[in-house]
T-cell receptor, first 116, second 113 residues
Framework: GAVVSQHPSWVICKSGTSVKIECRSL??????MFWYRQFPKQSLMLMAT?????????EQGVEKDKFLINHASLTLSTLTVTSAHPEDSSFYIC????????????FGPGTRLTVL | KQEVTQIPAALSVPEGENLVLNCSFT??????LQWFRQDPGKGLTSLLL?????REQTSGRLNASLDKSSGRSTLYIAASQPGDSATYLC????????????FGTGTRLKVLA
């Protein structure tokens, strides 16, 4: 149980384009989803927290207009990187909370974004 | 603001050694602490979750301890194997009504055959 998937697993795009990353909880309903980014050889940094049906809460320093998060259902959240630039290249990981209690998160396998 | 630090940042050992990885955090008001493993280019694999009321957890060759009052956790790996080579991350799950995971800086482990 508690399986989280992400799609795509990797994506390469041109500078200026937008990229959408999906995060799905496959066998449970996730009331809360989290998005993290990880630069090479660095740790995970929380970008935002989203609750189903409401606006995401962004961490300090994260541009909400650049990283659009939609949590339209209890099993799907999407992160859209708008007008991507090379500095947005990173590893993006989502996690889902709710099934094991609010203090337990289940992590997706990550999406590698490369912006040329 | 919660800060999580892991020492050492990198470690290279011969196969068979017993290892201790350290994690320290600045705010002791946490719910849980969790240790993860991350292989290069991959996502996170949960190893052990220690709830705030617990002192330690064990799984196979892994043992994790938690001392909330001193803001420390250790991950003990017995009889290390080349397959243990990975980055190990600890994460504290914050208190004060939030359930955010704050990740440590990671320890890159390499076990030599």
């Amino acid at each position: 149980g508690a399986v989280v998937s992400q799609h795509p697993s990797w994506v390469i795009c041109k500078s200026g384009t937008s990229v959408k990353i999906e995060c799905r909880s496959l066998d449970f309903q996730a009331t809360t989803m989290f998005w993290y980014r990880q630069f090479p050889k660095q740790s995970l940094m929380l970008m935002a927290t989203s609750n189903e049906g409401s606006k995401a809460t962004y961490e300090q320093g994260v541009e909400k207009d650049k990283f659009l998060i939609n949590h339209a259902s209890l099993t799907l959240s999407t992160l859209t990187v708008t007008s991507a630039h090379p500095e947005d290249s990173s590893f993006y990981i989502c996690s889902c909370g709710g099934t094991g209690g609010p203090d337990t998160q289940y992590f997706g396998p990550g999406t590698r974004l490369t912006v040329l | 603001k919660q800060e999580v630090t892991q020492i050492p940042a990198a470690l290279s050992v011969p196969e068979g050694e017993n290892l201790v990885l350290n994690c320290s955090f600045t705010d002791s008001a946490i719910y849980n602490l969790q240790w993860f493993r991350q292989d290069p280019g991959k996502g996170l694999t949960s190893l052990l979750l220690i709830q705030s009321s617990q002192r330690e957890q064990t799984s196979g060759r892994l043992n994790a301890s938690l001392d909330k009052s001193s803001g420390r956790s250790t991950l003990y790996i017995a009889a290390s194997q080349p397959g243990d080579s990975a980055t190990y991350l600890c994460a504290v799950i914050g208190g004060s009504g939030t359930y955010k995971y704050i990740f440590g800086t990671g320890t890159r482990l390499k076990v030599l055959a």
